[in-house]
């Protein structure tokens, strides 16, 4: 099965920095599409980063400029750069595969409040 563990998250100050970490196990990760997805309180879980194994990058308008989706094959992990967050980005974040997503994981919660 496949695995995936997020990390990295964690209270900030508006305009503050958190880097998330995403550690996939049990599948060859150089061969994955993967994304970054949050979930804020009350709403869906939305995508907010693609990136395809060629290291094509898509984001969602509120967060370019922003955020910046990587991935470091050799370590089998995903990250997401995150800069000048806002309250708004306030939600818990989750990693998978696309198009055919693995079941999710326990996410990390990232809180931007002063």
């Known amino acids: 099965q496949v695995q995936l563990v997020e990390s990295g998250g964690g209270l900030v100050q508006p305009g503050g920095s958190l880097r998330l970490s995403c550690v996939v196990s049990g599948t060859i990760f150089s061969s994955n599409f993967m994304g970054w997805y949050r979930q804020a309180p009350g709403n869906q879980r939305k995508l907010v980063a693609r990136?395809?194994?060629?290291?094509?990058?898509f984001y969602v308008d509120s967060v370019k400029g922003r955020f910046t989706i990587s991935r470091d094959n050799a370590k089998s992990t995903m990250y997401l750069q995150m800069n000048s967050l806002k309250p708004e980005d306030t939600a818990v974040y989750y990693c998978n595969r696309f198009p055919i997503f693995d079941s999710w994981g326990q996410g990390t919660q990232v809180t931007v409040s002063s």
């Open positions: 990136i395809t194994s060629d290291g094509t990058t």
